[in-house]
């Protein structure tokens, strides 16, 4: 899995999340919203208010999408990654995979 990251689309976003809708054959997702950047690069964007996703469908990122949703929840862990994977491990098997 390649690395990425997650923040929050800005006004001067607005164009990409157009790219990102025209891409995916769908209707843009509006600020608020999260953007996923894979190696610098906007591969998907998602609504925060009704947590619709779209992404490239030409750069695959496994895992993102999953990402999106649980930074949208509000969802984060103190302990960093190893209580991340820990937590993970107990309550939802192996669906979810982080970097190493």
């Known amino acids: 899995m390649l690395p990425f990251t997650i923040r929050r ?3 001067s976003d607005d164009a990409t999340l ?12 509006r600020r608020p919203a ?3 950047d ?11 208010v009704d947590g619709r996703v779209v992404a490239d469908p030409f750069r695959p990122a ?3 999408e999953t990402h999106l949703r649980l930074r949208r929840s509000g969802w984060h862990v103190r302990g960093g990654r190893e209580t991340a994977r820990a937590i993970l491990r107990e309550y939802g098997g192996g669906f979810i995979r982080l970097n190493p």
Do not use: N, Q, R, W
């Not at 157009?18 to 997702?29: D, M, Q, R, S, Y």
């Not at 894979?38 to 925060?48: C, E, K, N, Y």
């Open 62 to 64: 496994p895992g993102l």
């Open 34 to 36: 999260l953007i996923g």
């Open 18 to 29: 157009f790219h990102l809708g025209a891409l995916a054959g769908e209707t843009p997702v």
């Open 9 to 11: 689309a800005e006004a």
């Open 38 to 48: 894979l190696d610098g690069m906007p591969v998907a964007a998602m609504s925060i």
